[in-house]
């Protein structure tokens, strides 16, 4: 316990902010059938599906993303005779609720597919992509996002492989959701406008909308290796939505982008004038009251500094950094300890 404190003043502080990325690759095949399917797991409620790196009975597995569909009421294809049609409504409507918010007469907002919400087209049927926390951190970097989807019948064939990213969005994200930053997605970097976008990216939150009609295709799970059964619109329909995360599942080619961790950090520097700390608390420094690092009574004091301590105002210890190796503190020198407490 220190017997000598020094306060620090305004000027011995700073903080700092620093934003960590990771790359974070996901290919299809974890999800769509490494396992065979061992690390899918689906609920009885039936309204989403996750899916593992691993099969999710061990351990070691780790959550990925959730998959889950959903349609507005307004929706051509909405119809009280769908299978699980208030479900689909419901799931639709409770993402707009956190991810685009409220208008003026606290009705549900639609996503919108360039993120204006007053005009332009709306997105009414959905697949939901919910990234883990574990693989997002603290948000998505903007413009590093990049997924890649067969959307035909076939899901082998390169011509019905589609690239989509948040193209230019480090520079142009929005800022009109309750949910934070987002992004547009869309199919080419060459062509980003008000109507090729193709579904939207929430960074804090970890969400891809991707809007239903990118697949052209037949959607339905797998019958085969490579086709499938029924039209996106006829599945959303007729299907459960546990079928339709199955359908996109076996269509994912790869998934890409870079989280960040955003750490904080106080920086203290402690300061020991020339006449500060050349004496140590430690009993061992003295030996019958003489210092023991002296070798004769007039030589100069001398200590060895190890251990910064940080304390409140009324002297208790809150914090404790260590030095990599001895400093030696003697009258002739000064010496600036820069600790740094992140948090």
């Known amino acids: 316990m220190a017997s000598t404190f020094k306060t620090l003043s305004s000027t011995d502080t700073t ?31 039936g309204m ?26 307004s929706s051509a294809i909405a119809n009280s005779a769908n299978t699980l049609n208030t479900k689909k409504i419901n799931i639709y409507n409770q993402m707009a609720q956190v991810l685009v918010g409220h208008d003026s007469t606290g009705s549900i907002q639609l996503f919108d597919q360039d993120g204006d919400l007053t005009s332009g087209t709306k997105l009414k049927e959905c697949v939901f992509v919910n990234f883990a926390r574990l693989l997002t951190k603290d948000e998505i970097k903007k413009g590093s996002f990049e997924l890649k989807v067969f ?5 082998t064939t390169p011509a019905n492989l589609l690239t989509i990213s948040d193209y230019g969005a480090a520079s142009s994200f929005k800022v ?16 980003p406008n008000s109507t090729s976008g193709v579904g939207l990216l929430y960074y ?3 969400i891809a909308v991707l809007t ?11 019958t085969d290796t490579s086709t499938a059964t ?8 007729t299907g459960s939505i546990s079928g339709s995360a199955d359908g996109f599942r076996n269509r ?14 106080t920086i203290y520097f402690c300061r020991a004038s020339h006449n500060e700390f050349n004496y140590s608390s430690n009993p061992t420094y003295l030996s019958s009251s003489k210092i023991v690092v002296k070798n004769t009574s007039t030589d100069a004091p001398v200590s060895y500094i190890t251990t910064v301590g940080l304390y409140s105002a009324d002297n208790e210890l809150l914090a404790v950094a260590k030095l990599s190796e001895p400093l030696k503190k003697d009258p002739t020198n000064e010496l600036t300890v820069r600790v740094r407490l992140d948090y």
């Open 48 to 73: 989403f599906q996750s899916v593992y790196d691993y099969p999710y009975l061990s351990s070691s597995a780790n959550h990925i993303f959730d998959l889950t569909v959903g349609y507005h009421t």
């Open 176 to 191: 009109n959701s309750p949910a934070g930053e987002y992004g547009i997605l869309y199919t080419s970097s060459a062509t």
């Open 212 to 222: 239903a009609s990118i697949f052209n295709g037949r959607f339905g799970p797998r």
């Open 151 to 155: 959307t035909g019948s076939a899901n």
């Open 230 to 237: 029924g039209s996106i619109s006829t599945y959303l329909q």
């Open 204 to 206: 804090q939150a970890g």
């Open 15 to 45: 903080t700092t902010r620093t934003l960590l990325n990771e790359v974070i690759p996901l290919t299809g095949t974890i999800a769509s059938g490494t396992y065979s399917d061992a690390n899918i797991k689906n609920y009885s409620h």
């Open 252 to 265: 994912l080619y790869n998934v890409q982008f870079n989280n960040t961790t955003e750490l904080n950090s």
